[in-house]
């Protein structure tokens, strides 16, 4: 079965202390592993798309990596405005199109 | 480029009443898809259309959902009987299908959600 585990569940860190998210994922076939921002009361808002393993994207303070059994969120100096929940998703070959999510690692940035 | 936008943004009904919720997805998006979302966990799939047809549906669909999109541009989402458990926020992804668009193939993107409460 497609199975995507996002770790921790939470995570706190101070303005400007850079950590990571992981995102462990099991798919009969990746086509594609999304990240995507969501704060609270609102819908997700996509962030990368990474297709397959060695491929990185960065974006502002974020960087996102993938391996074949796992994605990294890096997020360098952060910001208050980080803060927010971080959903990984992955899609896989045969589906339509739907993504599995995971449940996501909630970030709170002290200023 | 407006977006995804969701309609209503909340939704408060009485156990056992019928809600309708809309979707209007970006305007060059040929896939919809809608999701539901408890909190604390992420979305989970429901159903999927390419233009007009409906193509997949989660086993998550019960007798009592049902979603249309007529015309391959908006969608609804109808709950029959609405059942305490199905509070929740629903979401409405939309996405192209590739063909060199500056969109990438593949990657949805969500409106806010409607947020579902049964009483």
């Known amino acids: 079965e497609d199975q995507v585990t996002q770790s921790p569940e939470a995570l706190r860190l101070q303005e400007g202390e850079s950590s990571s998210l992981n995102c462990s994922y099991t798919?009969?076939?990746?086509?594609?592993l999304f990240w995507y921002r969501q704060d609270p009361g609102k819908g997700p808002e996509f962030l990368f798309t990474?297709?397959?393993a060695g491929e990185e994207k960065e974006k502002e303070r974020l960087k996102a990596t993938l391996t074949k059994k796992e994605s990294f969120l890096h997020i360098t100096a952060p910001k208050p405005e980080d803060s927010a929940t971080y959903l990984c998703?992955?899609?896989?070959?045969?589906?339509?199109?739907?993504?599995?999510f995971g449940k996501g690692t909630k970030l709170s940035v002290k200023p | 480029d407006t977006g995804v936008s969701q309609d209503p943004r909340h939704k408060i009904t009485k156990r056992g009443q019928n809600v309708t919720f809309r979707c209007d997805p970006i305007?060059?998006?040929?896939?919809l898809y809608w999701y539901r979302q408890t909190l604390g966990q992420g979305p989970e799939f429901l159903t999927y259309?390419?233009?007009?047809?409906?193509?997949?549906k989660s086993r998550l669909l019960s007798d009592r959902f049902s979603a249309e999109r007529p015309k391959g541009s908006f969608s609804t989402l109808e709950i029959q009987r609405t059942e305490q458990g199905d509070s929740a926020m629903y979401l409405c992804?939309?996405?192209?299908?590739?063909?060199?668009?500056?969109?990438?193939?593949?990657?949805?993107?969500f409106g806010p959600g409607t947020r579902l409460t049964v009483t």
């Open positions: 992804a939309s996405s192209s299908q590739g063909g060199g668009l500056i969109i990438a193939p593949y990657e949805q993107y």
């Open positions: 798919v009969s076939g990746l086509r594609g």
């Open positions: 990474l297709y397959s």
């Open positions: 998703a992955v899609q896989a070959r045969g589906s339509q199109g739907n993504l599995i």
């Open positions: 305007s060059e998006h040929n896939r």
């Open positions: 259309f390419q233009n007009e047809a409906q193509l997949e």
